[in-house]
């Protein structure tokens, strides 16, 4: 496999061809943003957190039956992905209140919601990824009725699993984002799960791990990084 040219780069990641049309390289940077790319930094070796994150909980996931877009790790900041085409969704699963909802409906950060709740953002940065709701999506195209299907279907499964696993290493899934995609007609998750796009929370202090640091200017943020990376991973 070879890494050709560079086909996109986000704000926290670069993405690049290879001799396979079928697989991509995803690069991830220590670039930082937040609201909607107006508040910018730099997190050092969040890249390399979060690209050895992401590839483990990608494989519990694919042990536990979700299909992804990760094929392998190839260095500390890359790994080898399907070239998928990602769904213009953002898909929001909270259990606790926090952050946006928080101020939205004025619950209390922090307060455990009686059931999960899942919401839609539409992928767009020129409108800064507004709320949306299913209508929207079939209104707009932006997936078949299947695909609304199986995107809830996984992303509930994921809280499921996620949630499980973390709460054993003393940590809250309180909510997080993800992102799916289309590889040879199939819905898979593709993106990243790390402290860029989850709130984690120690159990016991409720402590934030996560990007909220960056976001408030709370610091610690890479020792908190390191301290979630090693938890999950053990190492
Ligand atoms: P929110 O409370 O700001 O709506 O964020 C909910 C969750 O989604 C939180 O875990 C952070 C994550 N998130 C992203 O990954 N990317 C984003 O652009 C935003 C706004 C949130
Ligand atoms: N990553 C997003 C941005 O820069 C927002 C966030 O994570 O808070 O806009």
């Keep these: 496999m070879k890494k050709l040219d560079m086909l996109y780069e986000g704000k926290?990641?670069?993405?690049?061809?290879?001799?396979?049309?079928?697989?991509y390289v995803v690069d991830y940077?220590?670039?930082?943003?937040?609201?909607?790319?107006?508040k910018k930094g730099t997190i050092i070796n969040k890249g390399i957190v979060n690209n050895n994150m992401s590839a483990f909980f990608f494989k519990i996931l694919e042990d536990n039956g979700i299909p992804t877009h990760f094929e392998k790790l190839l260095s500390e900041r890359e790994m080898l992905v399907?070239?998928?085409?990602?769904l213009p969704i953002e898909v929001l699963i909270r259990n606790y209140a926090a952050g946006s909802l928080s101020k939205r409906l004025g619950i209390k950060e922090g307060t455990k919601l009686a059931c999960t709740v899942v919401e839609f953002c539409y992928k767009n940065d020129e409108?800064?990824?507004?709320?949306?709701?299913?209508?929207?999506?079939?209104?707009?195209?932006l997936a078949t009725e299947e695909e609304i299907?199986?995107?809830?279907?996984y992303s509930l499964k994921i809280n499921n699993v996620l949630s499980e696993y973390l709460i054993k290493k003393g940590i809250i899934l309180a909510d997080f984002k993800l992102e799916f995609g289309k590889y040879k007609d199939?819905?898979?998750?593709?993106d990243?799960?790390?402290?860029?796009?989850?709130?984690?929370?120690?159990?016991?202090?409720?402590?934030?791990l996560d990007k909220d640091r960056f976001r408030r200017d709370m610091g610690g943020v890479e020792e908190a990084y390191y301290e979630v990376l090693k938890r999950v991973t053990g190492e």
């Excluded at 399907?82 to 990602?86: H, N, Q």
């Excluded at 199939?186 to 593709?190: D, M």
């Excluded at 990243?192 to 934030?208: G, L, Q, V």
């Design 186 to 190: 199939k819905v898979v998750l593709a």
């Design 149 to 153: 299907r199986v995107v809830k279907e």
């Design 82 to 86: 399907k070239a998928v085409k990602i």
């Design 127 to 141: 409108l800064g990824d507004p709320f949306i709701n299913e209508d929207h999506i079939r209104a707009m195209g």
């Design 29 to 38: 940077k220590d670039d930082a943003t937040a609201f909607n790319g107006q």
């Design 12 to 23: 926290a990641k670069k993405v690049y061809r290879t001799d396979n049309p079928d697989l």
């Design 192 to 208: 990243e799960i790390s402290p860029d796009t989850c709130r984690f929370w120690d159990a016991n202090t409720m402590e934030k």
